[in-house]
């Protein structure tokens, strides 16, 4: 707000909300929650009357409530319920000059409210700053990224022990992911790639568990997602059915592993997004698999799934200390194998420090 001389700024994306007070609506039907923030250092969250108790469980400063919930009247709040109290709230700030919205993600009826308060204002997009700010990590978020890893960890320990020939797709992710809610304790969002056989085999976003059956033989491709607070974890490992791999399946499979090393050795501080793809690239072209790996090399997670640093062929985004990244080479050749391998990574300043235990090999 310093630096770009804002008066107030209004942050509306739930995520950063998340980000910047740790407060995470967890409902089903969240209710419209935002962040409000004046020059003189007062912070205040505007929410429903329901979410104040957890609202206060992480947020220290001034709340405002509105009434999110009323058997004569309304079940679900929308955004307007919100702005009605964001006139007077602008309105403490005197002289209101420069106002910093999330273009993304702001409604109308909002930036309609803070033009009462302040007609002569004008806005200052804050939607990519914030998106810089959230590509490194503070202690906090590196621990639940850690959280995550460790119980995907224990995921794959689950789905190598029960996946066996004659179970489908949707019975494995039935099996693992009641295991998961046990070890949790409770609910925890839990999902991924199942896809085994002629599925496992394209590279394609098709990944959702499907009623097909494993089969001796076939390769499974298990990329898993879950989040602790928030944050998430996204690896992935490749089994194979009941049986030895083939001399090929095993040459493909040591193809990707060089690709994920070589990966490794570029995710150091000071390096682009595009230098990490370009090192995995080189080892699949080198291997004469140039176009079967035809996807991104990774990518940041925190709060979402994919984050900047993207490593793809054009990212010039420097990759700094603090950053977490998933590194995901894969190989797809129909009839012999789908192969593809993630873990995640806190890059540190003498390089990337691997967050993700389960052990990799064939």
Known sequence: MKKLGLDVAIISDPKNVTYLTGYLDYGATPVPTYLVLLRDGTDVLLTGERKADAVS???GDEVITFQNYHLGTRMV??????????????GRAEKVRKVGIESWHTPKVLLDSVQKAAPQAIYIDLSKPLESMRMTKDADEVAAIKASCKLVDYAY????????PGLSEVELYAAVHQKVVEKAGGFRYFSGDFTTGKRSVDPGPSGAPTGLTLKKGDTLILDLWTTTRGYWADTCRTFLIDATPTREQLH?????EKAMKEGITKMKPGATGGDVYRAVKKVMTDAGYSKLFAHHAGHGIGLDPWER????PGSKDIIEEGMVLALEPGIYLEGIAGIRLENNYLVEKDGAVQLSKYPIGW
Do not use: G, K
Not at 157 to 164: C, Q, Y
Not at 309 to 312: A, D, G, N
């Open 157 to 164: 320990s689950v789905a190598e022990s029960v996946a066996t």
């Open 77 to 90: 709040a929308r955004p307007d319920l919100a702005s009605t109290l964001l006139t007077p709230l602008v």
């Open 252 to 256: 493909l499979y040591r193809v990707v």
């Open 309 to 312: 640093p993207f490593l793809i």
């Open 57 to 59: 469980e992480v947020f």
